[in-house]
């Protein structure tokens, strides 16, 4: 392959596609070169459903959501059409998950609602079932947990900012109104703690 001045320098794979050689964390975030980060997914791995959602679980188990995320993509990318949306949402799940564990609360929220409204109903529904995939709780875990992130750093906040003027509030004392203008940090989540198990069945 021919490499132009400009190309010289960038992080590429054997066929010239861009691709960063930067260590990365457990949840995907880029490290320093020279630094130790986490072995990444390889791509374009062809599993089988059981060898997939083992291996995602496995991965969601130890914190690293967003490799998980990358397992279902290699299964919504090799497998039938009629799957899309079982894989694309639990990959959507996996993502949502790994932005809330690095304090892009808004952004996990959206991401775990919409996987959660691809297993909802429908194919997506269907194709969890002939897997043993508990879709219902995973949709509800999915929704549960974009609320928390999504709204619950503000009430948390807002009983902070409270307290420390003295003021002794129940959480569910506080004004919404009083919440919008209480500035808070993202409410950050364990991603290992809040892995969520893909089949009821699975260890």
């Given at each position: 392959?021919?490499?132009?001045?400009?190309?010289?320098?960038?992080?590429?794979?054997?066929?010239?596609?861009?691709?960063?050689?930067?260590?990365?964390?457990?949840?995907?975030?880029?490290?320093?070169?020279?630094?130790?980060?986490?072995?990444?997914?390889?791509?374009?791995?062809?599993?089988?459903?059981?060898?997939?959602?083992?291996?995602?679980?496995?991965?969601?188990?130890?914190?690293?959501?967003?490799?998980?995320?990358?397992?279902?993509?290699?299964?919504?990318?090799?497998?039938?059409?009629?799957?899309?949306?079982?894989?694309?949402?639990?990959?959507?799940?996996?993502?949502?998950?790994?932005?809330?564990?690095?304090?892009?609360?808004?952004?996990?929220?959206?991401?775990?609602?919409?996987?959660?409204?691809?297993?909802?109903?429908?194919?997506?529904?269907?194709?969890?079932?002939?897997?043993?995939?508990?879709?219902?709780?995973?949709?509800?875990?999915?929704?549960?947990?974009?609320?928390?992130?999504?709204?619950?750093?503000?009430?948390?906040?807002?009983v902070e900012a409270a307290d420390t003027a003295g003021v002794t509030r129940p959480a569910a004392a506080v004004d919404r109104t009083a919440v919008e203008r209480v500035p808070?940090?993202?409410?950050?989540?364990?991603?290992?703690?809040?892995?969520?198990?893909?089949?009821?069945?699975?260890?």
């Open positions: 392959m021919n490499r132009t001045a400009r190309d010289r320098g960038r992080d590429r794979d054997e066929e010239g596609r861009a691709r960063s050689a930067r260590p990365r964390d457990g949840l995907g975030r880029p490290l320093p070169y020279g630094a130790e980060g986490v072995p990444r997914q390889p791509e374009g791995v062809v599993r089988t459903p059981d060898e997939t959602l083992r291996e995602a679980q496995r991965l969601l188990d130890a914190g690293m959501p967003f490799h998980a995320h990358e397992v279902f993509e290699d299964a919504w990318k090799s497998g039938p059409g009629s799957e899309r949306d079982l894989w694309q949402g639990l990959a959507q799940l996996a993502v949502g998950l790994t932005h809330a564990a690095r304090g892009n609360t808004a952004g996990g929220a959206r991401l775990l609602r919409r996987g959660a409204d691809r297993l909802a109903g429908g194919p997506g529904s269907a194709a969890a079932a002939a897997y043993g995939i508990d879709a219902v709780g995973l949709v509800a875990w999915a929704r549960e947990l974009a609320g928390r992130a999504g709204e619950g750093g503000a009430v948390e906040g807002a808070v940090g993202p409410v950050v989540v364990d991603a290992a703690a809040e892995a969520p198990r893909l089949r009821p069945d699975q260890p």
